[in-house]
C-alpha cells in the first residue's frame, strides 16, 4: 500500500454517509407503476375466449369451464415470465399483473395458483361464493 492517507479518505467520507441499501426483508419496497409481478385473475370478467392461454409464450395458464359462463384459471408460476401478454390480450380485462413479486418457494405445487369461479347466491341477497 503506497498512500494510507487516500483509502483512510474514503472511509471516513463513506461512514458518514447513510445505506445506499435498504433494510429488505424489514422494510418493503414499493415497486413502480407498471410492475410484472403475480397475476390476478377476475372469474366474473372471463368470457371462455381462451386467447391469453393461446398467446402465453410458457403455456402457464389453463382456463377450464365449471358451469354455464363460469371459468376457473390455473397459473403456473414456475412456468410463467411475467411478460403480461396474458393481460394485454385478454378482450376483457380479467387478468391483470399485481405488484408481489415476492414468490420464492420450495415446492413446485406452491406455484400452481387456481382461481375458482364465483357463483352469484341463488337467494338473491348478492353473495358470493366459490364454485367446486
Not at 34 to 55: A, L, P, Q, T, V
Amino acid at each position: 500500500m503506497k498512500i494510507p492517507g487516500k483509502m483512510a479518505k474514503e472511509v471516513l467520507k463513506n461512514s458518514v454517509k447513510p445505506p445506499a441499501t435498504c433494510n429488505y426483508p424489514y422494510e418493503k419496497a414499493e415497486m413502480p407503476e407498471g410492475f410484472r409481478g403475480r397475476m390476478e385473475f377476475d372469474s366474473e370478467k372471463c368470457i371462455g375466449c381462451r386467447i391469453c392461454m393461446r398467446d402465453c409464450p410458457a403455456s402457464a395458464i389453463t382456463i377450464t369451464k365449471v358451469g354455464e359462463k363460469l371459468f376457473e384459471a390455473e397459473f403456473r408460476l414456475d412456468l410463467c415470465i411475467f411478460c403480461e401478454q396474458c393481460a394485454e390480450s385478454c378482450p376483457k380485462g380479467a387478468i391483470k399483473a399485481t405488484k408481489e413479486y415476492e414468490l420464492a418457494a420450495l415446492d413446485r405445487v406452491c406455484h400452481r395458483i387456481t382461481f375458482h369461479a364465483k357463483v352469484k347466491d341463488a337467494s338473491g341477497d348478492g353473495d358470493v361464493t366459490e364454485a367446486a
